[in-house]
């Protein structure tokens, strides 16, 4: 069957296309030859866009736990973390959710540093007492120096239930297991009592720190944090070691 109105309109049609088509082409060459940019924008290498990206969700962060940590959590607004960070409130948004995940982050960011720190600092040691001193005034100096992480970790997290399980579910752990770990290094090279178990040890290590956090953040007097650590360290470990029969 022959197409309707025959085959000759429509490749007359065809071709008609392809040229208008072809003479298009050619007015856009010849404008894109003439036509020169009035401004050239530069550009921002992917690398560089990830910089500022990493480094604007860090002052976010950090915002957020100084803003917290001065307001208290329900008290704090998107919009003051935002103002305190240099960036629009809408930038928020960008990477968070609400608040709620704003504060798990950054605590989550900021734990997350000191636990690679601790694992440093524990392999460069041998003594398993050398190592539980130094997670010591670790633990005390990265709250000492900057107050108020001391705050929101002390007193903003443990406000809410929800917040404390998420924090003692993922990072708490980690920390707990490092330290057991040295604990049982201490225990099979004779350091340590073999009939104290090493959760209960982990336990009273970590206690002892918290409260000495805690006291710190409370007192109203000015003193250094980290210079608690020996004396913390020392009796902890006295309570450790091997007893030698008198």
Known sequence: ????????????????????????????????????????????????????????????LDAAID???????????????????????GTIYLYFRNKEQILTAAIDAAFAAF?????????????????????????????????????VFQTELRQSAKFLAQFSHQRLVEYFDLIRRVVREGQEAGLFRRDMSDKIAANCFFGALDEMVTSWVLSERDYSLAGAAEAVADVVLKGMETRTAE
Request: glycine fraction near 6%; include cysteine.
């Open 1 to 60: 069957m022959q197409p309707l109105f025959g085959g000759g309109l429509t490749n007359f049609s065809t071709r008609c296309v392809n040229e208008a088509s072809a003479s298009r082409v050619r007015e856009a060459g010849s404008r894109s030859q003439v036509a020169k940019p009035k401004n050239k924008v530069a550009e921002v290498s992917p690398a560089k866009r990830n910089t500022n990206g990493a480094a604007k969700y860090q002052r976010i």
């Open 67 to 89: 803003v917290i940590a001065e307001n208290g959590y329900f008290q704090s607004r998107v919009s003051d973390i935002a103002e305190r960070a240099g960036v629009a409130d």
């Open 115 to 151: 636990l690679e720190k601790a694992r440093r600092e524990v392999e460069q040691a041998r003594d398993p007492r050398e190592r539980l001193r130094r997670v010591a005034l670790l633990h005390l100096k990265a709250m000492g120096e900057r107050r108020s992480l001391a705050v």
